[in-house]
């Protein structure tokens, strides 16, 4: 089993819809969360990093911690074609043993 | 203000062969990463560098090296190339000593033939 879970898609919606990224993991050592946007042919770009639980809120996008469920979630308000691109989810620990983990990327499509 | 740098964009070697790769990280960034990215494994982490000094360490064999310059340049080699090698290599930089608020270059593309 991987230590971080990400359902690889791709997921397609209309221009306009509230999108829902998630991932599972289960190492309870996970500390900082992030969210990466990868378009074709380029390096991912840090959307959002939460330490620890909680929410955090950019512009149309929104990040949650469940760390009591090892779950996190990216929203996605009003979507645009243009956020059309894979999101990765990743993870580090901050003490014991370093691991920085990805999941394996959610391709969104986002339907004009 | 510029973005992180990767060269070459594109290389095809041999197997056996060995090859390093470059990385110019943004100006002020002391904080160095390299990332394996392929489509079976996904983005996995290689190594990080701070200071010149390899700070974290994934799970590769010593066939990946790296090392950083006082400028906060990086250099990543990869020995005795496999077929397996084949893959997107990215790099990132961060100002502290953190790898989190990472900024990545568009990656170096290996085909080992």
């Known amino acids: 089993q991987k230590e971080v879970e990400q359902d690889p898609g791709p997921l397609s919606v209309p221009e306009g819809a509230i999108v829902s990224l998630n991932c599972t993991y289960s190492?309870?050592?996970?500390?900082?969360f992030m969210w990466y946007r990868q378009y074709s042919r380029k390096g991912p770009e840090l959307l959002m990093y939460t330490y620890s639980s909680g929410n955090k809120e950019d512009g149309r996008f929104t990040a949650q911690v469940d760390k009591s469920s090892k779950y996190i979630s990216l929203f996605i308000r009003d979507s645009q074609p243009s956020d059309s691109a894979t999101y990765l989810c990743?993870?580090?620990?901050?003490?014991?043993?370093?691991?920085?983990?990805f999941g394996t990327g959610t391709r969104l499509k986002v339907l004009a | 203000k510029a973005g992180v740098t990767q060269t070459p964009r594109y290389l095809i070697k041999t197997r056996g062969q060995q090859v390093t790769l470059s990385c110019s990280p943004i100006?002020?960034?002391?904080?160095v990463s390299w990332y394996q990215q392929t489509p079976g494994q996904g983005l996995q982490f290689l190594f990080e560098y701070f200071s010149e000094t390899q700070r974290n360490k994934g799970n590769f064999p010593g066939r990946f090296s790296g090392r950083q310059f006082s400028n906060s340049r990086s250099e990543m080699n990869v020995s005795t190339l496999e077929l397996g090698d084949s893959a997107l290599y990215l790099c990132a930089s961060s100002w502290g000593d953190s790898n989190t608020e990472a900024f990545f270059g568009q990656g170096t593309r290996l085909t080992v033939v």
């Open positions: 990743a993870m580090r620990t901050t003490s014991g043993t370093y691991k920085y983990i």
């Open positions: 190492n309870s050592a996970f500390q900082y």
């Open positions: 100006s002020g960034h002391r904080s």
